[in-house]
């Protein structure tokens, strides 16, 4: 009778399984598609996580298997490949637990299968790119124009708000424009903002004295220690060039990023929004995988040239001509990787992430405006002007790229450095100064 039951139980939990995989193999295989359905691990086995690879909505195997049953492949994926996923949790098809599979199989080792290479569209990508860049450089040529335009509106007014916040003779009137700092609400920050700093503290900006009277309008319950802790950090982040606190404010949200990728529930997330994948039909990940580290020594080697470079660029661009430039040589670079995927046909169809893309663009920029600069790279005693390494840099990766070797994405580098050149050399004069000629106009 014992028997007879653990019988009819395994029976039972069979059906149950059936049913549940089942259920979810549809998401599966959108899953194992942002994967490249087949996928070459690490320890050399095959595992086929869809049926193969999406055409007009079917999927298929190698070319000299017919097309499966359905019911067969829920049967197959139950009793055997989804065995070797351990942790994974059948029920929760919406958010599955990657994090033991994840560990075993980095995704960098995964490659596409003998299978037909699936074909990878390009118009959405074309279309994404131009239309972000247009709005990229026009929302930052017109705050730009803005800005200008209030500076000197404020010079004529005032003589210049600098020589008012430094001789301690500023007015209500200069944050009119803040709604937090209006009429009484002013007269309020400057009364308790006094309680906090001497009377001869010294402010660096109209941004360092904005920051100072937010955190006096902190709610009475905030002990007088965080306030004081919150001056002290903005009298610190001011005391900064401006350069290097842009630079730094980019580290951060690159650090921001990577610390999400810790959180074991949201890889998935991130996989699907983090990184730039050929295969999806995805466009906006050629931005978001621009600030997407997975791995701690990539955000590091990338912030480090971040924050070496982008400040002596942003001696020559304004804050806003510098982010255009970023964030359109970030897209550019990943539209490149993209393409190269599309038209080298012995190119492993991989997701792609990181900021190299945009840090060669800010690396060859750095080159085109100090060309003698010395810089000295990890590991060797003497260092070399700027340009030759530039040079060397980008000659290894076309190397790379034209011999079909892979060590990192050098098709996405030299897309970057190719960007950086150009908006150098034609870019800055011929769109930026127009845009921003054009809304000065109009102001």
Same mark, same amino acid.
Request: proline share 4%; aromatic share 14%; with cysteine.
């Given at each position: 009778?014992?028997?007879?039951?653990?019988?009819?139980?395994?029976?039972?939990?069979?059906?149950?399984?059936?049913?549940?995989?089942?259920?979810?193999?549809?998401?599966?295989?959108?899953?194992?598609?942002?994967?490249?359905?087949?996928?070459?691990?690490?320890?050399?086995?095959?595992?086929?996580?869809?049926?193969?690879?999406?055409?007009?909505?079917?999927?298929?195997?190698?070319?000299?298997?017919?097309?499966?049953?359905?019911?067969?492949?829920?049967?197959?994926?139950?009793?055997?490949?989804?065995?070797?996923?351990?942790?994974?949790?059948?029920?929760?098809?919406?958010?599955?637990?990657?994090?033991?599979?994840?560990?075993?199989?980095?995704?960098?080792?995964?490659?596409?299968?003998?299978?037909?290479?699936?074909?990878?569209?390009?118009?959405?990508?074309?279309?994404?790119?131009?239309?972000?860049?247009?709005?990229?450089?026009?929302?930052?040529?017109?705050?730009?124009?803005?800005?200008?335009?209030?500076?000197?509106?404020?010079?004529?007014?005032?003589?210049?708000?600098?020589?008012?916040?430094?001789?301690?003779?500023?007015?209500?009137?200069?944050?009119?424009?803040?709604?937090?700092?209006?009429?009484?609400?002013?007269?309020?920050?400057?009364?308790?903002?006094?309680?906090?700093?001497?009377?001869?503290?010294?402010?660096?900006?109209?941004?360092?004295?904005?920051?100072?009277?937010?955190?006096?309008?902190?709610?009475?319950?905030?002990?007088?220690?965080?306030?004081?802790?919150?001056?002290?950090?903005?009298?610190?982040?001011?005391? #900064?060039?401006?350069?290097?606190?842009?630079?730094?404010?980019? &580290?951060?949200?690159? !650090? @921001?990023?990577? *610390?999400?990728?810790? /959180?074991?529930?949201?890889?998935?997330?991130?996989?699907?929004?983090?990184?730039?994948?050929?295969?999806?039909?995805?466009?906006?990940?050629?931005?978001?995988?621009?600030?997407?580290?997975?791995?701690?020594?990539?955000?590091?080697?990338?912030?480090?040239?971040?924050?070496?470079?982008?400040?002596?660029?942003?001696?020559?661009?304004?804050?806003?001509?510098?982010?255009?430039?970023?964030?359109?040589?970030?897209?550019?670079?990943?539209?490149?990787?993209?393409?190269?995927?599309?038209?080298?046909?012995?190119?492993?169809?991989?997701?792609?992430?990181?900021?190299?893309?945009?840090?060669?663009?800010?690396?060859?920029?750095?080159?085109?405006?100090?060309?003698?600069?010395?810089?000295?790279?990890? #590991?060797?005693?003497?260092?070399?002007?700027?340009?030759?390494? &530039?040079?060397?840099? !980008? @000659?290894?990766? *076309?190397?790379?790229? /034209?011999?079909?070797?892979?060590?990192?994405?050098?098709?996405?580098?030299?897309?970057?450095?190719?960007?950086?050149?150009?908006?150098?050399?034609?870019?800055?004069?011929?769109?930026?100064?127009?845009?921003?000629?054009?809304?000065?106009?109009?102001?």
């Amino acid at each position: 009778m014992g028997l007879l039951n653990q019988c009819l139980f395994q029976a039972r939990f069979s059906n149950i399984r059936s049913i549940v995989l089942k259920n979810i193999k549809v998401k599966e295989i959108k899953y194992s598609s942002t994967f490249l359905g087949h996928l070459n691990l690490k320890h050399g086995q095959q595992y086929r996580l869809s049926t193969g690879y999406k055409k007009d909505h079917k999927y298929y195997n190698d070319k000299n298997t017919p097309e499966p049953n359905p019911r067969n492949q829920t049967s197959n994926i139950g009793n055997d490949e989804y065995s070797k996923y351990k942790g994974y949790n059948y029920r929760d098809t919406g958010e599955s637990k990657y994090s033991t599979f994840n560990e075993d199989h980095s995704h960098q080792n995964w490659e596409h299968g003998s299978g037909p290479r699936p074909k990878i569209q390009i118009a959405r990508q074309i279309i994404f790119g131009l239309g972000f860049v247009s709005v990229v450089y026009l929302g930052c040529g017109y705050m730009y124009a803005k800005r200008m335009n209030k500076e000197n509106q404020g010079q004529k007014l005032y003589g210049g708000w600098q020589s008012l916040v430094w001789r301690g003779q500023e007015t209500e009137n200069m944050y009119q424009d803040d709604y937090f700092l209006k009429g009484e609400n002013y007269k309020k920050a400057t009364r308790r903002l006094a309680e906090l700093i001497p009377e001869n503290h010294h402010s660096h900006a109209k941004e360092h004295k904005r920051a100072l009277l937010y955190i006096a309008l902190l709610p009475d319950y905030v002990p007088i220690e965080i306030k004081q802790l919150g001056v002290m950090l903005a009298d610190s982040w001011y005391s #900064l060039p401006k350069s290097k606190r842009v630079a730094y404010a980019l &580290v951060g949200v690159n !650090v @921001g990023v990577f *610390l999400l990728w810790k /959180i074991p529930r949201l890889n998935m997330f991130m996989y699907r929004h983090f990184t730039h994948n050929p295969m999806t039909r995805k466009s906006y990940t050629m931005v978001t995988s621009t600030f997407s580290h997975q791995e701690i020594w990539h955000l590091g080697f990338n912030m480090l040239a971040l924050s070496s470079f982008a400040p002596a660029v942003l001696s020559v661009m304004s804050v806003e001509e510098f982010m255009a430039f970023y964030l359109g040589a970030g897209v550019f670079s990943s539209f490149v990787s993209h393409l190269a995927t599309k038209l080298v046909k012995s190119r492993s169809i991989l997701p792609s992430l990181g900021a190299s893309g945009a840090l060669y663009a800010v690396l060859v920029a750095t080159a085109y405006y100090f060309p003698n600069v010395k810089v000295s790279l990890l #590991l060797l005693p003497f260092g070399f002007d700027i340009e030759t390494a &530039v040079k060397c840099i !980008v @000659g290894f990766d *076309l190397g790379m790229a /034209i011999f079909g070797k892979s060590l990192f994405d050098h098709y996405a580098h030299l897309g970057g450095a190719l960007s950086g050149y150009l908006y150098c050399e034609y870019g800055h004069f011929n769109i930026w100064k127009p845009i921003v000629a054009k809304f000065e106009e109009n102001n």
